[in-house]
């Protein structure tokens, strides 16, 4: 055997070394470790989404509201009154404009609004019995006393309030989603009012008395 022959064995083996270290170096560099790669996490579970969002729940200052161009779409939402009728009256200072109607459907009536106009709203659900409106309009109570604006209201608490606020101290939302819950019966609404409240201006009402109720938002300041 020549020398080199007898040197063969060593350089392939040698060669082999160089190889299998150069591989470990690459699969190191590409991993990081060696240990494996970590698992991706574990999908988190949706949030619950508020029941406030898209309600504007502070007042804004009445000038801004007066001063708002171009008009508000208002998503009514109402819970408890298919097939209702929602008319939002404006207050007689703000515009010459309204009032504003539209049918629930699907549990959702929308309104387009002069953005001034909404200073001062006030809104009604009227009753449907078979196909037809019924003749009554319940004023929707926006505010409870000792109702925060954002608070939920229940039922007791609409109907157990000493005092009401029920025109909307307005929006410069270009648009805007309220929600209201009604009690029917014969398809006429006994009571309606927003869950949850609306920041309101001065002018109240006694629970009780909602039934073709004519609004006194005039004046607001």
């Known amino acids: 055997m020549t020398p080199m022959n007898a040197r063969s064995p060593v350089v392939i083996g040698t060669l082999v070394v ?20 970590a698992a991706a996490p574990a999908p988190q579970p949706s949030a619950t989404p508020s029941i406030t969002a898209g309600t504007p729940t502070a007042a804004p200052a009445p000038e801004d509201v007066r001063n708002q161009p171009g008009t508000t779409v208002l998503k009514v939402k109402v819970s408890g009154c298919p097939g209702c009728q929602v008319t939002a009256v404006p207050d007689d200072t703000t515009t010459a404009d309204g ?54 209201v229940t039922e007791a608490a609409a109907g157990s309030a000493q005092s009401a606020g029920y ?40 629970p009780g008395g909602e039934k073709d109720f004519t609004p006194r938002c005039g004046g607001v300041s």
């Open 167 to 206: 025109c909307w101290a307005g929006t410069t939302l270009t648009v805007a989603t309220v929600r209201f819950s009604a009690q029917a019966k014969g398809g006429t609404v006994q009571s309606a009012w927003a869950d949850p409240a609306l920041p309101t201006t001065a002018a109240q009402v006694t």
């Open 18 to 37: 160089v190889v299998l270290v150069g591989l470990g170096v690459f699969l190191l560099s590409r991993t990081g470790s060696g240990a494996p790669p």
């Open 99 to 152: 009032p504003f109607a539209a049918t629930v459907t699907n549990g959702l009536a929308q309104l387009e609004v002069p953005s001034p106009s909404t200073l001062g709203l006030s809104f009604f659900l009227q009753g449907e019995k078979d196909g037809n409106d019924t003749p009554a309009r319940t004023l929707v109570i926006l505010q409870p006393d000792r109702v925060a604006p954002g608070d939920a």
